[in-house]
Nanobody
Framework: QVQLVESGGGLVQAGGSLRLSCAASGRTFSSYAMGWFRQAPGKDREFVAGITWSGGASNYADSVKGRFTISRDNAKNTVYLQMKSLKPEDTAVYYC????????????????WGQGTQVTVSS
């Protein structure tokens, strides 16, 4: 069992930056691949970024490539999402998720989810 708690969301102007954190409970965090997803009002939840258990590989949605960076610190049981050059269309609730064997874009492949943190980008 893994419990996930996101933090770091808030209100930022377009062009600004935020860093989201996702703290995981449990001693087996390092064995899980991790992902970040987001859901805007009236829209489906969408994949943002994923990272393997070791941090050796990551992948991104086209809409955030070059602007967002996913990373993890297994010693701290934490995964991060550094967001730069934020746009109003990045406004959403951001969720982290854990998977035993998958770091791709299909949310059905993730086993555990956090409660989300709100990111609002003003124009």
């Amino acid at each position: 069992q893994v419990q996930l708690v996101e933090s770091g969301g808030g209100l930022v102007q377009a062009g600004g930056s935020l860093r989201l954190s996702c703290a995981a409970s449990g001693r087996t965090f390092s064995s899980y691949a991790m992902g970040w997803f987001r859901q805007a009002p009236g829209k489906d939840r969408e994949f943002v970024a994923g990272i393997t258990w070791s941090g050796g590989a990551s992948n991104y949605a086209d809409s955030v490539k070059g602007r967002f960076t996913i990373s993890r610190d297994n010693a701290k049981n934490t995964v991060y999402l550094q967001m730069k050059s934020l746009k109003p269309e990045d406004t959403a609730v951001y969720y982290c998720a854990a998977s035993t064997d998958y770091s791709g874009s299909r949310n059905s492949r993730y086993d555990y989810w956090g409660q989300g943190t709100q990111v609002t980008v003003s124009s």
